[in-house]
Nanobody, 122 residues
Framework: QVQLVESGGGLVQAGDSLRLSCAAS????????MGWFRQAPGKEREFVAA????????YYADSVKGRFTISRDNAKDTVYLQMNSLKPEDTAVYYC???????????????WGQGTQVTVSS
């Protein structure tokens, strides 16, 4: 079992930055690929970014490429999502997830956090 707790969400203006954190506890964090997903009201949950267990492989949704950066610190059992140049369409609940492989598919991830709200005003 892996427990995941997200933090760092909030209300910001368009163009601002936020850094989300996801702290893990339980089984060995460094053995898991990690992903960030988001869900806006009335929409399906969508992939944002993923990172391999060592941090060497990173993938991004086209909608965030060049603006968001995923990273991890295995010594702190934490994965981060640095979000720059935020847009109103980035407004959503952001979830981190842990799984066995780096993937953009939500069903590839076995463990999920409760989510943190990000709201971007125009």
């Amino acid at each position: 079992q892996v427990q995941l707790v997200e933090s760092g969400g909030g209300l910001v203006q368009a163009g601002d930055s936020l850094r989300l954190s996801c702290a893990a506890s339980g089984r060995t964090f460094s053995s898991y690929a990690m992903g960030w997903f988001r869900q806006a009201p009335g929409k399906e949950r969508e992939f944002v970014a993923a990172i391999g267990w060592s941090g060497g492989r990173r993938y991004y949704a086209d909608s965030v490429k060049g603006r968001f950066t995923i990273s991890r610190d295995n010594a702190k059992d934490t994965v981060y999502l640095q979000m720059n140049s935020l847009k109103p369409e980035d407004t959503a609940v952001y979830y981190c997830a842990a799984g066995s492989g780096t993937s953009s598919v939500s069903s590839s991830y076995a463990y999920w956090g409760q989510g943190t709200q990000v709201t971007v005003s125009s």
